[in-house]
Nanobody
Framework: QVQLVESGGGLVQAGGSLRLSCADS????????MGWFRQAPGKEREFVAA????????YYANSVKGRFTISRDNAKNTVALQMNSLKPEDTAVYYC?????????????????WGQGTQVTVSS
């Protein structure tokens, strides 16, 4: 069973930073590909970043490359998203997801498990 809980969202000014965290209370965290997605009002959920089960590989959306960093700690069953140089267009609800095959990490439908989401608001 995988249960994902995100934390760390909030309000920040443009250019600022936030760190999101996702904790998994299940037993299979270390074997899962993990991803972050976001959804802005009136828009579809979009891929942000993903990381392999052992952290050896990461993948980012072009819109966040160089500003966001995904990482994981399998000993603590957590995955984090460090967000720097935030822009107003980064405003969205951010979701943690688990369980997709690596070849499909950019597809929300490929992930089996989702957290409840955490709001990130970037003011200009």
């Amino acid at each position: 069973q995988v249960q994902l809980v995100e934390s760390g969202g909030g309000l920040v000014q443009a250019g600022g930073s936030l760190r999101l965290s996702c904790a998994d209370s299940g037993r299979t965290f270390s074997s899962n590909v993990m991803g972050w997605f976001r959804q802005a009002p009136g828009k579809e959920r979009e891929f942000v970043a993903a990381i392999t089960w052992n952290g050896d590989s990461t993948y980012y959306a072009n819109s966040v490359k160089g500003r966001f960093t995904i990482s994981r700690d399998n000993a603590k069953n957590t995955v984090a998203l460090q967000m720097n140089s935030l822009k107003p267009e980064d405003t969205a609800v951010y979701y943690c997801a688990a369980g997709a095959p690596w070849y499909a990490v950019t597809s929300a439908s490929a992930f089996n498990y989702w957290g409840q989401g955490t709001q990130v608001t970037v003011s200009s």
